[in-house]
Nanobody, 121 residues
Framework: QVQLVESGGGLVQAGGSLRLSCVASGRTFSAYYMGWFRQAPGKEREFVAAINWRSGYTSYAGSVKGRFTISRDNAENTVYLQMNSLKPEDTAVYYC??????????????WGQGTQVTVSS
């Protein structure tokens, strides 16, 4: 069983930065990919970024490319989302997720509870 716990959300002004963290725990933790998703009120949950746990290869949604950076700390089983140049439209609940299989399209097997990010003008 895997548990994902996000932290680091909060209120930030437009143009500011925020770093989200997601710690994975369990008797055994193994993930091929870890990623971040977000969901704004009334909208579908959308993909934000993902990272290959072993290689560090990353993928980003076009809306955040160049502004957000996903990274991981293998020793701490933690994935981060560094968010820069934040915009009000980035306001959402952000979720981390883990995928066990390498198969594409990715199946996200585990999800965190989410952390609120609010970007004000």
């Amino acid at each position: 069983q895997v548990q994902l716990v996000e932290s680091g959300g909060g209120l930030v002004q437009a143009g500011g930065s925020l770093r989200l963290s997601c710690v994975a725990s369990g008797r055994t933790f193994s993930a091929y990919y870890m990623g971040w998703f977000r969901q704004a009120p009334g909208k579908e949950r959308e993909f934000v970024a993902a990272i290959n746990w072993r290689s560090g290869y990353t993928s980003y949604a076009g809306s955040v490319k160049g502004r957000f950076t996903i990274s991981r700390d293998n020793a701490e089983n933690t994935v981060y989302l560094q968010m820069n140049s934040l915009k009000p439209e980035d306001t959402a609940v952000y979720y981390c997720a883990a995928a066990v299989s390498r198969v594409v399209p990715v199946t996200w097997d585990y999800w965190g509870q989410g952390t609120q990010v609010t970007v004000s003008s």
